[in-house]
């Protein structure tokens, strides 16, 4: 029989049927491949009428069946044997062998071999764990000190700088900037000017009127321009449509379902226009209003208080105190003549007024007439101590309690403690202009009135007392608040925050839910019956934001309810700071605080962004007495209001935007488009 082996070995090999009943072995010389089963199988075929095999007897030393024999001395050998000295039987054979110059094949199953490809193979799983663990810290180092921090992805520079500013992101690769009097759309992923129109009056249009003031809905701009509101195509820029409004435009009101516009034509006499976003459509209605400026006599002149402590500023006890003594010393005292009591009320002689209010979709004509003038003196200081500190030896110690004391008598004589409550009635006429279904509602207050119009109600405040009203000026319910509301809310920072972040009305609609807030609580009301669901303490709330699960976060602060109550009072040592809560919808529970992180700008998606920042001219000299320009931009940890990571410029913003990973800052000679990656 003629062999060759896969090697390339050829061998002739005689047989013999004698082989079929004693099996035999044949290991390749040249490369060790056992071909010992094979070559039986082919005896046993070449002579298949010899007899049986005999099974191979057992190994003496092991008990397992002979599977071989010794290269040297022809011992049979069995696996286990093998495994300790391969195709040899013992350590002699093996030294006989090598002395010999014979090549024994390595047995791949000896235990040398396998423990070698056992190292082998751990070095490997050891050296490719190692490159995963540090490609894994790599991919995480960049993510967590690289990928997820914000850096400037895109900046553009203005020729001139400007003062005042909006920014708008328009998701996915858009954003908007209104500067001076040009409305610019950027491709953010071109990283170009897609178009820019003007912001200004039409030509051959009156030039007094509303500021600048524009709407994006459904991919399309609604600009107000002089006498005429004007649908640009947001692709191109081009003009779409132009609505002539009967004169030039006062009030701009857009809503997500349509957009409505008070304008007043030379003769004085006032229009009322409503445009359907939905198809362009427009209806129109004179108004009987003389005008809308509320009428305003001589105010008397009172003996006005001192700011907050809040407004004394930060910094050191004796600097606040030296501010405080400033402020009272600068205050002017009333003239002789002028016969107000201590605390006086400040406010016009005749509060009466006529104005239009936009909400809902539509235009409320709001009428304000005084019935009866009637003030309350309030207590707005505590009583003073019955053993003055002056009284006592003055250390350092006690000198801010003297201090404290001693402008609070001072303020104690100019304002007598009190406060002047107007709770004088009030006839209110409320009309809702282009539904002529909806019948005018004439009623009587107490206190100064408001009107709040939202997307399904109207909400009348006058002191403490709410009524509610629906889109068809039918009365549905009636409520009471802790304090009366705020009339100078976010006067000045709603320009930079916009009007998600900086509450412009004490009242905010969501999910079946009427939120109010006034100087010293937040309540939440049932929409549909005006059951009070709770009640949250928050003075000096500002902000009202939601999430899209609904959760809310407030822009607040951590004064006491008592800074509310007693609102002249003076401590230099308190510092009120401002403080972010989240709070459950439902229960009114406080999930989390976050102090010191500015104020809550944007919830969008998992981001929440929190900003802090200050006026000034860019690059001054640092000034002492005040702080810094800068903005200081935090991202916030839905989760537990815990800060990730803070962006800090030394420049003055004018305007912010945030649509998910994605920041816009309008600087006055820059915009800056910020990113960050994330999952």
């Not at 030896?393 to 002047?420: F, M, Y």
């Not at 976010?490 to 999910?511: F, K, W, Y």
Request: with cysteine.
């Amino acid at each position: 029989m003629r062999i060759e082996c896969t090697c390339g070995a050829r061998y002739d090999l005689d047989t013999t049927p004698e082989m079929v009943s004693a099996p035999f072995s044949f290991v390749c010389s040249s490369c060790g491949a056992d071909h010992s089963a094979m070559l039986n199988d082919l005896v046993r075929q070449q002579y298949p009428e010899a007899p049986s095999p005999v099974a191979p007897a057992a190994c003496l030393k092991h008990g397992w069946p002979i599977s071989n024999h010794c290269l040297v001395c022809q011992k049979p050998i069995c696996p286990k044997c093998m495994e300790v000295f391969g195709y040899v039987c013992s350590s002699l054979c093996a030294e006989s062998a090598r002395k010999a110059g014979l090549e024994v094949p390595v047995y791949e199953g000896h235990f040398a071999v396998v423990r070698a490809r056992a190292r082998r193979q751990q070095r490997l799983t050891i050296l490719a764990a190692s490159v995963a663990c540090i490609a894994i810290l790599g991919a995480w180092a960049w993510y967590q000190f690289v990928a997820t921090k914000p850096s400037v992805a895109w900046s553009v520079r203005f020729a001139e700088p400007v003062d005042a500013a909006d920014a708008r992101l328009l998701p996915p690769h858009d954003a908007m900037v209104r500067r001076g009097d040009r409305l610019i759309r950027y491709d953010l992923a071109a990283k170009k000017e897609r178009w820019s129109i003007p912001m200004g009056p039409v030509p051959g249009s009156a030039e007094d009127g509303v500021p600048p003031s524009w709407h994006e809905t459904g991919g399309d701009l609604w600009v107000a321009r002089g006498d005429k509101v004007v649908r640009y195509d947001g692709r191109t820029g081009e003009v779409a449509q132009e609505v002539p409004v009967g004169g030039v435009i006062q009030r701009f009101f857009p809503e997500p379902a349509a957009i409505a516009v008070v304008a007043q034509a030379g003769d004085g006499h006032q229009v009322s226009t409503r445009i359907d976003l939905s198809d362009g459509s427009v209806r129109q209605e004179e108004l009987a209003l003389a005008g809308m400026k509320p009428s305003v006599q001589r105010p008397v002149v009172a003996r006005a208080p001192l700011p907050a402590a809040a407004d004394l500023g930060s910094g050191p006890a004796p600097i606040r105190a030296a501010r405080a003594i400033q402020l009272l010393a600068n205050r002017p005292l009333p003239p002789e003549d002028d016969e107000a009591a201590p605390g006086g009320f400040d406010g016009p002689i005749d509060p009466s007024r006529e104005e239009i209010l936009g909400g809902g979709g539509g235009l409320v004509q709001f009428s304000v007439k005084r019935l009866e003038q009637k003030m309350a003196a309030v207590q707005a200081m505590k009583d003073a101590p019955a053993k003055p500190a002056l009284s006592g030896d003055i250390s350092a110690a006690s000198s801010l309690a003297v201090i404290n004391e001693t402008l609070n008598d001072w303020q104690r004589e100019r304002t007598g403690g009190v406060e002047q409550e107007d709770v004088s009635r009030y006839q209110v006429t409320l009309k809702r202009l282009l539904q002529p279904r909806a019948a005018p509602w004439t009623g009587e207050v107490v206190g100064p009135p408001g009107l709040f119009p939202l997307p399904t109600v109207s909400v009348l405040i006058a002191g403490r007392n709410l009524t509610v009203f629906d889109q068809a000026n039918r009365k549905a319910w009636e409520g009471r608040l802790a304090y009366p509301v705020s009339s100078h809310l976010n006067e000045g920072r709603i320009s930079i925050l916009g009007q998600e972040a900086a509450l412009t009305s004490p009242c905010v609609e969501r999910d079946g839910r009427l939120f109010v807030v006034d100087r010293g609580m937040v309540t939440a009301f049932d929409l549909a019956s005006g059951n009070v669901r709770w009640r949250l303490p928050g003075v000096g709330t500002s902000g009202l934001l939601f999430d899209e699960r609904g959760m809310i976060y407030l822009n607040t602060t951590d004064a006491a309810q008592e800074k509310v109550k007693y609102s002249q009072q003076i401590d230099i040592e308190n510092k009120t700071r401002a403080l972010i809560l989240k709070v459950d919808p439902q229960s009114g529970k406080i999930l989390w605080r976050a102090r010191n992180v500015g104020w809550l700008a944007r919830a969008t998606g998992k981001f929440l962004y929190a900003v802090e920042w200050a006026a000034g001219e860019d690059g001054a000299r640092p000034d002492p007495n005040r702080m810094a320009a800068h903005v200081r931009i935090h991202r916030l940890d839905p989760g537990d209001g815990e800060v990730k990571w803070e962006y800090y410029q030394a420049r003055e913003p004018l305007a912010f935007d945030f649509e998910r990973n994605t920041i816009q800052v309008v600087f006055k000679k820059e915009m800056q488009i910020i990113k960050f990656f994330s999952f």
